[in-house]
């Protein structure tokens, strides 16, 4: 309880210590500076008031250190969901070129570079292809396009696709998109490209996805020539599930299917948020393919533009595309930009050995995107076609059984159910949590609020008013003291009158109601003399 204020106490300015402390919110001030307390009451105080401040502050230093580690911490939750967006699902042939469709003309410019061959050996591997060797006086074509020969040569879906539906409706190559990877030319099943609508689906299981039959058509597939670092020596195709936003990366991130099984594919929806710096590294800013040579910044520094929204692969492929264009002067055709696609002869000797280096050094630093998608997946396949189901499909697409069983097989994606997973990374400590600790610890240990330090802020504002303002204008303001000897008094009219000198004998005090001297009529202003 403060005790009352005495009239000593309220003579006291504003600025005075007892009177702050008299009247502060603060808890034992009022012990420590107030009066008629012993000496060893206000020690005994003062040393308590300072080890609750000490401790307030060590408390109030270590909350802000730890908001300044900027800590995060991730919440896994579940969540239903009526109707679920369907993936993209990109399909390649794991064979990129078909015999049939090379050329003499392919073998000049693509076969040291894309299969290894030599000058010398490009007779013997027509032969092996079943294809007469080139003609007397054959002369190669000036130019060649690499991406135009994947697009001849590849395989196509209007081949390899048997049978397509979607949820049970039918489904065909007009569903697909074209797209060129590492491994040629692919086909991407609801890619949304042109603005074209995307599928979803408000079920879960087999029978709601996506369902293809596909021939690998093996016949149409190169002779292993020489072992490269290109020669496939697999059979079947490989596929990715990946969103709409993502570019496929199918060489690395892509799994098989074989010819002779049916493939089961059940998905799981998961989405992933993280942090921004500084709490985490994530990155929400799409890098320019296009290198600049007189642009600033590590190769891998996003770059805003009118870009994709941003994703890991893009990023990656972007950083690629960066690189092979500053040492190669050239693009690789399944990579983003605008640079000219590199020859095969640039293949050969730069493209490819500057891709193994970077992806050995692992120079493109891709932060995680700020928000994605991914599909967790589950596989099992069985054996497939039966006896008796070989015997059909032989009949249906005009083949021989074991050609069925050699080159036919069967991918079915579907989701496991409509339930998805949201991985979200969130702040450990945010602002609102270290104001509520520093309030708290101030409350514990000295009693005090907001309103206790503008209480404080107010009292140091009148300490300074009073002790440098204040004193300083009242220094300006005062006026100079008059001399005993003689007292020079102006009017207003500017007339000044010389008092005689006073003589320093006795005389009775003047009264406060003196009349004073009329120095002009025509002003009519009175002034009273004192003794001083």
Same mark, same amino acid.
């Given at each position: 309880?403060?005790?009352?204020?005495?009239?000593?106490?309220?003579?006291?300015?504003?600025?005075?210590?007892?009177?702050?402390?008299?009247?502060?919110?603060?808890?034992?001030?009022?012990?420590?500076?107030?009066?008629?307390?012993?000496?060893?009451?206000?020690?005994?105080?003062?040393?308590?008031?300072?080890?609750?401040?000490?401790?307030?502050?060590?408390?109030?230093?270590?909350?802000?250190?730890?908001?300044?580690?900027?800590?995060?911490?991730?919440?896994?939750?579940?969540?239903?969901?009526?109707?679920?967006?369907?993936?993209?699902?990109?399909?390649?042939?794991?064979? #990129?070129?078909?015999?049939?469709?090379?050329?003499?003309?392919?073998?000049?410019?693509?076969?040291?570079?894309?299969?290894?061959?030599?000058?010398?050996?490009?007779?013997?591997? =027509?032969?092996?292809?079943?294809?007469?060797?080139?003609?007397?006086?054959?002369?190669?074509?000036?130019?060649?396009?690499?991406?135009?020969?994947?697009?001849?040569?590849?395989?196509?879906?209007?081949?390899?696709?048997?049978?397509?539906?979607?949820?049970?409706?039918?489904?065909?190559?007009?569903?697909?998109?074209?797209?060129?990877?590492?491994?040629?030319?692919?086909?991407?099943?609801?890619?949304?490209?042109?603005?074209?609508?995307?599928?979803?689906? #408000?079920?879960?299981?087999?029978?709601?996805? =996506?369902?293809?039959?596909?021939?690998?058509?093996?016949?149409?597939?190169?002779?292993?020539?020489?072992?490269?670092?290109?020669?496939?020596?697999?059979?079947?195709?490989?596929?990715?599930?990946?969103?709409?936003?993502?570019?496929?990366?199918?060489?690395?991130?892509? *799994?098989?299917?074989?010819?002779?099984?049916?493939?089961?594919?059940?998905?799981?929806?998961?989405?992933?948020?993280?942090?921004?710096?500084?709490?985490?590294?994530?990155?929400?800013?799409?890098?320019?393919?296009?290198?600049?040579?007189?642009?600033?910044?590590?190769?891998?520094?996003?770059?805003?533009?009118?870009?994709?929204?941003?994703?890991?692969?893009?990023?990656?492929?972007?950083?690629?595309?960066?690189?092979?264009?500053?040492?190669?002067?050239?693009?690789?055709?399944?990579?983003?930009?605008?640079?000219?696609?590199?020859?095969?002869?640039?293949?050969?000797?730069?493209?490819?050995?500057?891709?193994?280096?970077?992806?050995?050094?692992?120079?493109?630093?891709? #932060?995680?995107?700020?928000?994605?998608?991914?599909?967790?997946?589950?596989?099992?396949?069985?054996?497939?076609?039966?006896?008796?189901?070989?015997?059909?499909?032989?009949?249906?697409?005009?083949?021989?059984?074991?050609?069925?069983?050699?080159?036919?097989?069967?991918?079915?994606? *579907?989701?496991?159910?409509?339930?998805?997973?949201?991985?979200?990374?969130?702040?450990?400590?945010?602002?609102?949590?270290?104001?509520?600790?520093?309030?708290?610890?101030?409350?514990?240990?000295?009693?005090?609020?907001?309103?206790?330090?503008?209480?404080?802020?107010?009292?140091?504002?009148?300490?300074?008013?009073?002790?440098?303002?204040?004193?300083?204008?009242?220094?300006?303001?005062?006026?100079?003291?008059?001399?005993?000897?003689?007292?020079?008094?102006?009017?207003?009219?500017?007339?000044?009158?010389?008092?005689?000198?006073?003589?320093?004998?006795?005389?009775?005090?003047?009264?406060?109601?003196?009349?004073?001297?009329?120095?002009?009529?025509?002003?009519?202003?009175?002034?009273?003399?004192?003794?001083?």
């Amino acid at each position: 309880m403060k005790p009352p204020v005495g009239p000593e106490e309220a003579r006291l300015p504003a600025s005075d210590i007892r009177t702050f402390a008299s009247n502060c919110t603060m808890h034992g001030l009022g012990h420590v500076f107030g009066p008629g307390a012993p000496p060893a009451r206000r020690g005994l105080w003062a040393a308590a008031v300072l080890l609750a401040l000490a401790t307030f502050l060590y408390q109030v230093a270590g909350r802000v250190r730890y908001y300044g580690e900027f800590h995060h911490e991730t919440a896994l939750e579940e969540r239903e969901s009526r109707r679920l967006t369907f993936p993209a699902v990109t399909l390649c042939n794991v064979n #990129p070129l078909r015999r049939s469709r090379l050329t003499p003309n392919d073998l000049h410019w693509a076969g040291p570079a894309l299969l290894g061959l030599e000058p010398a050996e490009h007779a013997a591997y =027509l032969r092996a292809l079943g294809r007469p060797p080139a003609p007397p006086g054959f002369m190669p074509s000036p130019t060649f396009d690499v991406a135009r020969l994947y697009a001849r040569a590849g395989h196509a879906l209007e081949d390899m696709l048997l049978d397509c539906r979607y949820r049970g409706w039918p489904c065909g190559p007009e569903n697909f998109t074209t797209i060129f990877t590492r491994m040629g030319q692919c086909y991407t099943f609801n890619s949304g490209a042109d603005g074209a609508e995307l599928l979803s689906t #408000p079920k879960g299981g087999m029978g709601n996805g =996506l369902e293809v039959m596909l021939d690998v058509q093996q016949e149409e597939y190169l002779p292993v020539w020489r072992d490269v670092e290109e020669t496939p020596f697999e059979v079947g195709v490989r596929v990715q599930i990946h969103t709409q936003e993502e570019p496929p990366l199918i060489d690395q991130l892509g *799994f098989g299917a074989a010819p002779g099984y049916q493939t089961f594919v059940s998905c799981q929806k998961q989405q992933l948020s993280f942090l921004p710096p500084p709490w985490g590294d994530c990155s929400s800013v799409s890098l320019d393919p296009d290198f600049e040579p007189d642009a600033p910044g590590p190769l891998g520094t996003p770059s805003p533009g009118l870009s994709p929204p941003y994703s890991l692969m893009g990023c990656r492929l972007a950083c690629q595309s960066r690189y092979v264009a500053r040492k190669c002067g050239c693009r690789m055709m399944h990579m983003p930009g605008s640079a000219p696609v590199c020859s095969p002869q640039q293949y050969k000797d730069c493209a490819h050995p500057a891709l193994d280096a970077l992806l050995r050094k692992d120079t493109c630093r891709c #932060p995680n995107p700020c928000a994605s998608t991914r599909y967790a997946k589950e596989l099992s396949m069985v054996r497939m076609p039966s006896r008796a189901a070989a015997r059909y499909l032989a009949r249906k697409h005009n083949r021989s059984e074991a050609y069925i069983v050699e080159n036919v097989l069967v991918l079915d994606i *579907f989701f496991e159910a409509l339930n998805y997973e949201t991985v979200e990374q969130k702040k450990a400590y945010e602002m609102s949590e270290l104001l509520g600790d520093i309030g708290g610890q101030m409350g514990l240990f000295i009693g005090a609020s907001l309103l206790t330090i503008l209480e404080i802020l107010d009292y140091l504002c009148e300490v300074f008013w009073d002790r440098v303002l204040g004193h300083r204008f009242w220094n300006r303001k005062r006026p100079q003291r008059p001399s005993s000897a003689n007292l020079l008094q102006e009017g207003p009219g500017s007339h000044r009158t010389q008092v005689p000198h006073l003589s320093p004998g006795p005389r009775p005090p003047t009264p406060c109601s003196a009349v004073a001297k009329t120095l002009s009529a025509s002003h009519r202003t009175c002034y009273l003399v004192t003794r001083l």
